[in-house]
Every structure is written in C-alpha cells, then in structure tokens.
Nanobody, 124 residues
Framework: QVQLVESGGGLVQAGGSLRLSCAAAGRTFSTYTMGWFRQAPGKEREFVAAISSVSISTAYANSSKGRFTISRDNAKNTVYLQMNSLKPEDTAVYYC?????????????????WGQGTQVTVSS
C-alpha cells in the first residue's frame, strides 16, 4: 500500500511556473513508476508525465513536452512536476499516481495508487 499526498498547486498567471510535489508513504517507493495526471472541469483525466523507478526513463504528453519536467528523489520518497510557461488550458486538478512496475505507463488503468489531487489554476 502506498499513500500519496500532492502539494504545490495554486493560482498563477499565464507564463508563470509552479512546482508540484507528491510525497509517498511506504518503504518501497523506489520500486514504483510514478506518474502525473490531470483532470480539467468537464473533461476526462489525462496523462501528463511519468518517470520510471530509478529515473532512467521519462515520458510526457505532447501538451506538456518542453514545458514540464518530472523528477524524483527516492531518498525523500517524493516525485516532482516542474511546470513552466503555464497556459490557461493547463488549469486542472493534478493527480500523482504510483504504478507497481519498473516500466513506464501512460494509461490510467496501469496505475495502482492515486493521491487526492492538487488544484492548479492558470489565469490569462
């Protein structure tokens, strides 16, 4: 079992930056692939970025590629999402998720544990 708690969301102007954090409780964090997803009002949850268990591989959605960076610190049981050049269309609740696999996953069913989410609002 892994408990995930996101933080770092908030209100930012377009063009600004935010850094999301996801703290995991559990001794096996380093064995999990970690991902970030988001859900905007009235839309389905969608993949944002993922990082493999030992940071060898990363994956990004086209919408986040070049602007967002996922990273992790296994010593701190934490995964991060650095978001730069934010746009109003990035407004959503951002969720952290953990996958019991060393390989990258980009689909929702591939993830086993989810956090409660943190709101990101980008004003124009």
């Amino acid at each position: 079992q892994v408990q995930l708690v996101e933080s770092g969301g908030g209100l930012v102007q377009a063009g600004g930056s935010l850094r999301l954090s996801c703290a995991a409780a559990g001794r096996t964090f380093s064995t999990y692939t970690m991902g970030w997803f988001r859900q905007a009002p009235g839309k389905e949850r969608e993949f944002v970025a993922a990082i493999s268990s030992v940071s060898i591989s990363t994956a990004y959605a086209n919408s986040s590629k070049g602007r967002f960076t996922i990273s992790r610190d296994n010593a701190k049981n934490t995964v991060y999402l650095q978001m730069n050049s934010l746009k109003p269309e990035d407004t959503a609740v951002y969720y952290c998720a953990a996958r019991r696999s060393v390989s990258i996953g980009i689909r929702i069913p591939e993830y086993d544990y989810w956090g409660q989410g943190t709101q990101v609002t980008v004003s124009s």
